[in-house]
């Protein structure tokens, strides 16, 4: 949740209602001791989110990155073992998004990430994640 005056900062009117809220005094002034529930369940969620996106969709991220910087695109597909493929899926349900996937020409599964096709390879070990490459 976002704190009033941080929201009031931002709005249409922030220039306005911004203005009257003094520079000197931060978003956060308050300890986590003095903060409420509601803040530290927020505290929290955000700690759990930074966790979950290093753990899970981390690895995948890097390789995508790594491919972006040396060919200028995404890669078209990357193979996956099994823990790295269901680590992704839970990635999608934990954060509310609708995995999508589907079958190759061989008859593999895939999910797409960040417009590169995950390929699952059970026949791999489970936390195999391969080199990136086109479709060509």
Known sequence: MLARRRMLGTTLFGGLLGSAIPA????????????????????????????????????????QVDYLKATNKFPDFIDVGLDVWFAVHDWHIKHLQQPALGRDANGRYTMSVMGTQLVMRPDLVPTFISAPYDSR
């Open 24 to 63: 000197s005094v931060p978003a956060r002034s308050r300890t986590a001791a003095e903060a409420g529930p509601d803040e530290q369940n927020t505290q929290a969620s955000e700690r759990q989110l930074t966790e979950i996106t290093d753990v899970e969709i981390l690895p995948i991220r890097q390789k």
